[in-house]
């Protein structure tokens, strides 16, 4: 093995394990972000049906 292998592949190594670890960070606070929006997008749905509802119930009462 030459000696450009010898000192091309541990750099090579490191860059691939940097940008797997990237991904992997990225990955996660991006799905956590979007996980988390669309818990409160549902929480809004429910108190928007709670108070259309509530609003009927009034109506024929």
Excluded: C, W
């Excluded at 956590?32 to 709670?50: I, K, M, P, Y």
């Amino acid at each position: 093995m030459s000696i450009r292998f010898k000192v091309i592949v541990p750099y090579l190594l490191l860059t691939l394990l940097v940008a797997v670890t990237g991904v992997y960070v990225v990955t996660r606070l991006v799905a956590g972000s979007l996980n988390e929006r669309l818990t409160n997008q549902l929480l809004e749905a429910g108190r928007v049906v709670s108070d259309a509802l509530a609003r009927q119930e009034l109506k024929h009462v």
